[in-house]
């Protein structure tokens, strides 16, 4: 199993600044994934987070809105840039084993 | 890329009665499909999974049936409880558990007593 920590829980953030999200795995993972669930929603992948690399994003996702950092096998962020209230999500951290996929808690997002 | 429909939206059954949820993927390359239960505020946990060299798998009143042919895949919860109620999600993935993973829109389920 893997135990993924992430931190802010939630926050409220003004229009025009950026959020930092962290996310911590108990254990070396290769890969780590991004999602947003918008409220009501499904989870929509934003993009794959790989160590020593730059992450790979999915259609409708930009680094420059974005940057994600990896820099070690157990740890990654998620900044969301010049934020507005369309941002307003949860955003989850994710990783896989052999067996499972597991989430972090998620990052409740209001931008105001 | 993969693509995953959900259906129906929203459900609603009596308590003890059967619930049934059905996907269908895209890829044909996928290989792994689990099920996440995800109750309010929360995070999205594993129900049950299924991989492709299997069709159905069983786990007490959580069964999931596979038909790569046709690409659908079902979850069916049987003597429902209010406990059930919850949204869930499928996926699909072509690879494994440690890959990336495309969720289906999801189904709200609501258990009458």
């Known amino acids: 199993s893997a135990v993924i920590s992430q931190k802010p829980s939630r926050d409220i953030c003004q229009r025009g600044t950026s959020l930092t999200i962290q996310c911590q795995v108990d254990s070396q993972v290769t890969m780590m994934f991004w999602y947003r669930q918008q409220p009501g929603q499904s989870l929509t992948l934003i993009a794959t987070?790989?160590?020593?690399?730059?992450?790979?994003?999915e259609s409708g996702f930009v680094i420059d809105k974005f940057p994600i950092s990896r820099p070690n096998l157990t740890f990654s962020t998620l900044t969301v840039s010049n934020m507005s209230p369309e941002d307003s999500s949860i955003y989850l951290c994710s990783v896989g084993t052999r067996t499972e996929a597991f989430f972090g808690q998620g990052t409740r997002l209001t931008v105001v | 890329g993969e693509n995953v429909e959900q259906h129906p939206s929203t459900l609603s059954v009596q308590e003890g009665d059967s619930a049934v949820i059905k996907c269908t993927y895209s890829d044909s390359a996928s290989n792994y499909f689990p099920w996440y239960k995800q109750e309010l505020g929360k995070r999205p946990q594993l129900i049950i999974d299924?991989?492709?060299?299997?069709g159905e798998k069983k786990d007490q009143r959580i069964a999931v049936t596979l038909n790569k042919t046709a690409k659908h895949f079902s979850l069916h919860i049987t003597e429902t409880q209010p406990e059930d109620s919850a949204v869930y999600f499928c996926?699909?993935?072509?690879?494994?558990?440690?890959?990336?993973?495309?969720f289906g829109s999801g189904t709200r389920l609501s258990i009458r007593p």
């Open positions: 996926a699909a993935t072509p690879y494994s558990s440690a890959s990336k993973i495309i």
């Open positions: 299924i991989r492709s060299n299997v």
């Open positions: 987070a790989n160590q020593g690399s730059e992450a790979t994003y």
